[in-house]
């Protein structure tokens, strides 16, 4: 095939199509390069659709009947220029390239380039409306969690999504897709658009059918260790594969996407010995003494048009350094002491990931779609502590395996009824170990503390979707099942000996809902009822008995849209619950080397009301954006605790009170682009109070917590030769009870960018952090990278110093009602590593 323009010049780029007459999905295509495209069929026509597609073309079709496969064909097309986009590309050229249509947001990526990008996250920080946390990588678009970023429409990643944003190749990315109202079933887009978003990435159709790079960068840290960091990526994208893998290994605090077994909490059972972990408010990479390999498998394969199947692979294989010194300094008026200790930590943690998905419509009007995923995470932590100048030893091994199969079936009739049919299997295994040895100048002295728990959950349900003129209807009829089993053993010669757990909980649950939405006009009305009936069935060593509960739950959402870029929405909840699952057991168990728990059970029910109003205004066109909301929740019913403080030990009892709690929460965002001057300021603004009580040595304290934080930024033009931003955040927290402790911080990271020529940049980052403005100690840190990022070339290169002003530890404040801890933690010393890429 040949293919050009009106003036019969050859189309560089572009995409074939090949399609089954009267079906609407291609079943195969081809790439177009330089103005010619060769097919060979992998299965039978009858009558050849061809539809020829370029970027600023209109489509052209052509229809072979009678198509042989043996014979051979030549045609040409002649395709003519899309006159809209045309006047699109004149308009918007003037503006930063952002396309509104429908539920798609599109930006032009190249647009927003700076030419300091080098991976997909890079470009995604730039976009209006999109952000991205720096500490996890996890995005949000409008506020909004995104489900998952797909690849050409394709859901490679799922919801593990930063997979794919820290490794996808700038280079290879034309534009980016933000979609509001994401639905994953395309069988649902008329019935339910529901209310997520997602991203999509749209290649750049020059992008070979087998691309990737391949990179590596090696120096020295201050003390003459060495650093390094490499890996690489490739992807695949043929007619029926298509597939995204990728490798890093590094030991400069990196990691390469966020924790993918941290997923269906509500499934699995949450650790009861408490983790050792850093709670340091810098990024990982400032204090993450690793040795860290990250490994990723995604790939989707069409075996016909109706048939597909998806497979994902990830492991993660970690080993961490952690040195503490610690301050913990109790005030009430019943308690007045404080806790020095010294903790040296070794940490490995081996962590896989398998899911696949078979996915099939034997019609348009029929999907049938099974997802099974496994984890398995082995966590061993070797540490050595000393305590009030008291040496210990404290191991820990925490083991978990996951299963979960969702199988759904979904039914469209010929009225456009929808019946969706879920099947939904789950199983976790959890194993907590603790050996501990107090004070090791005095032989003899341990404690074992060992806990299994195992959590089996089993759901089956029905959803009628119907719509009826501008109402849409969901009525859904389903079971659930919960059964979890937990058994803990204490062995130690220190005081809790032979404390045993051996408990059974079982919840059965029946239920109703119905979910209405109405459309009038500019309004938007939605109310979801829930009714259940739930049984409740627990049993430990010291009692048994059963319970039966009738539970109601509204959630109501009313809209209204006006100047077609503005909403304003008022919600309101109520929902009446259980809560004895995270406090089930009755007798203790050591959570840490210095603390013990117990809980005393209840079958009483939590009552949560909750009103909201929210307002979005979204030009996206003026890049002018403001996402503001204000909500109050009331909780009758909680566990509370019962504190009984001594310099060496807390032991804590966990009881039910029908008390109540309550926090306010206001959130305010706002971005704008000052088109005159080219700079993007930013302001956001999180304001949270919240009162609740608790006991301590039999002190009862009605306690208050204020937390507010303010960041204020700037960002000055893309284009320019020389770019600033500057970004500065102040936290202020705040509790009130017998005493008052507060913490105010000041935050504030200064970036200067120099692109003297086209590909080479020179970044410096300068960033003040104030943990604690009473203390008076400031931290500086100063980054410098120099990237060479040519783009008509496959090599690029970069050098790069990392606390250059050698900052050696951090000291972190962190406040309760009634403590304050103060943390130093040793820093990654000076750094400096020269690297290159290779792109394929």
């Known amino acids: 095939m040949t293919i050009k323009d009106e003036n019969g010049d050859l189309i560089k780029n572009g995409k074939a199509f090949f399609y089954e007459e009267k079906n609407e999905n291609y079943t195969e295509f081809s790439l177009i390069r330089n103005g010619s495209a060769l097919f060979i069929p992998k299965i039978e026509y009858q009558n050849l659709r061809i539809k020829i597609v370029s970027e600023s073309f209109l489509p052209e079709e052509k229809i072979i009947h009678d198509f042989k496969a043996?014979?051979?064909?030549?045609l040409g097309f002649q395709l003519k220029k899309d006159k809209e986009y045309a006047i699109e590309e004149v308009v918007i050229s003037k503006r930063k390239p952002i396309t509104v249509k429908k539920d798609t947001v599109t930006y032009n990526v190249e647009r927003f380039a700076d030419g300091t990008e080098a991976k997909l996250e890079d470009i995604l920080k730039k976009l209006p409306g999109i952000e991205v946390d720096d500490s996890n990588g996890s995005i949000k678009y409008k506020g909004k969690s995104i489900e998952t970023i797909t690849l050409d429409g394709d859901n490679l990643f799922d919801s593990n999504y930063t997979i794919g944003s820290k490794n996808i190749n700038f280079d290879m990315i034309d534009k980016v897709e933000a979609i509001d109202n994401y639905q994953s079933n395309?069988?649902?887009?008329?019935?339910?658009?529901?209310?997520?978003?997602s991203l999509n990435v749209k290649l750049k159709k020059s992008i070979l059918n087998i691309s990737g790079s391949a990179s590596y960068a090696s120096g020295y840290f201050g003390n003459r260790k060495q650093a390094y960091d490499f890996g690489g990526n490739l992807i695949t994208l043929y007619n029926n594969l298509k597939s995204f893998s990728t490798v890093q290994y590094n030991n400069l605090g990196l990691s390469g996407n966020n924790d993918f077994t941290a997923k269906d909490s509500d499934l699995k059972y949450g650790k009861t010995i408490d983790d050792i972990h850093t709670t340091a408010s810098l990024p990982a990479s400032r204090w993450n003494f690793n040795n860290n390999f990250i490994g990723s498998l995604n790939l989707i394969y069409k075996y016909n048009k109706n048939t597909s199947f998806k497979f994902n692979y990830n492991v993660n294989d970690d080993k961490v350094l952690i040195n503490e010194q610690t301050r913990n300094s109790y005030q009430t008026d019943q308690v007045n002491f404080e806790n020095n200790s010294s903790t040296t930590i070794t940490k490995s943690i081996l962590k896989n990931f398998f899911s696949g998905e078979f996915n099939y419509l034997p019609s348009k009007k029929i999907r049938v779609n099974s997802v099974f995923s496994l984890d398995n995470t082995h966590d061993f932590r070797d540490g050595f502590y000393t305590f009030n100048d008291n040496e210990n030893s404290r191991d820990l091994l925490f083991r978990q395996t996951y299963f979960k199969n969702v199988t759904n079936i979904t039914k469209v009739f010929k009225n456009e009824d929808v019946l969706d049919f879920f099947f939904k299997l789950s199983s976790f295994r959890g194993n907590d170990n603790q050996e501990f040895l107090p004070n090791l100048q005095i032989e003899d002295l341990y404690s074992l503390q060992n806990v299994e728990a195992q959590k089996n959950v089993l759901s089956s349900y029905i959803n009628y979707h119907k719509k009826i003129k501008k109402i849409n209807l969901t009525q859904s009829l389903g079971f659930k099942s919960y059964d979890?089993?937990?058994e803990s053993v204490l062995?130690?010669?220190t005081g809790f000996n032979n404390e045993r757990n051996n408990v059974s909980y079982k919840d059965i649950s029946f239920f109703v809902n119905s979910n209405l939405k109405y459309n009038y006009q500019k309004w938007i009305f939605e109310s979801r009822l829930n009714f259940e009936q739930k049984k409740i069935r627990y049993?430990?060593?010291?009692?048994?008995?059963?319970?039966?509960?009738?539970?109601?739950?509204?959630?109501?959402?009313?809209s209204y849209v006006f100047g077609g870029i503005d909403v304003l929405s008022a919600n309101f909840e109520y929902k009446r619950?259980?809560?004895?699952?995270?406090?089930?057991?009755?007798?203790?168990i050591r959570t840490s080397y210095n603390s013990v728990q117990r809980n005393l059970m209840s079958r009483d029910l939590q009552n949560t009301t909750s009103v909201g109003l929210k307002f979005w205004h979204n030009d996206f066109e003026n890049q002018f954006l403001?996402?503001?909301?204000?909500n109050y929740s009331n909780e009758r019913?909680?566990?509370?605790?019962?504190?009984?403080?001594?310099?060496d030990l807390i032991s804590a009892v966990y009881f039910f009170s029908p008390r109540q709690n309550n926090q306010f929460t206001h959130l305010f965002n706002l971005t704008k682009l000052i088109y005159p001057i080219k700079t993007k300021i930013k302001i956001k603004t999180f304001y949270t109070r919240s009162n609740y009580f608790n006991i301590i040595n039999s002190e009862e304290r009605k306690v208050q917590v204020q937390n507010f934080n303010i960041t204020l930024g700037f960002n000055s033009a893309f284009s320019s030769k020389i770019r600033f931003e500057n970004e500065t955040t102040f936290g202020f927290l705040d509790y009130k009870s017998d005493v008052e402790t507060e913490n105010k911080s000041i935050q504030n990271k200064f970036t200067f960018v120099l692109v003297p020529i086209n590909s080479f940049s020179f970044i410096s980052e300068f960033y003040t952090y104030v943990p604690n403005r009473k203390e008076k100690a400031t931290f500086n840190f100063l980054d410098v990278t120099i990237k060479f990022l040519p783009v008509k070339t496959k090599y690029s290169f970069s050098f790069s110093l990392r606390n250059l002003l050698n900052e050696k530890s951090f000291v972190n404040t962190f406040t309760t009602d009634y403590s304050q801890v103060i943390q130093a933690i040793p820093l990654l010393p000076f750094h400096f590593s020269f690297g290159g890429s290779y792109r394929f």
């Open 186 to 197: 395309p069988l649902l887009i008329k019935a339910d658009r529901g209310d997520k978003v």
């Open 484 to 486: 979890v089993n937990l």
């Open 539 to 558: 049993n430990n060593t010291s009692e048994d008995w059963a319970a039966n509960n009738f539970l109601f739950g509204n959630e109501s959402n009313i």
């Open 70 to 74: 043996s014979k051979s064909y030549e």
């Open 626 to 630: 403001i996402n503001t909301s204000l």
């Open 577 to 588: 619950k259980p809560i004895l699952e995270n406090y089930l057991y009755d007798n203790y």
């Open 491 to 493: 062995n130690e010669n």
């Open 637 to 647: 019913g909680q566990y509370f605790s019962n504190l009984n403080m001594e310099s």
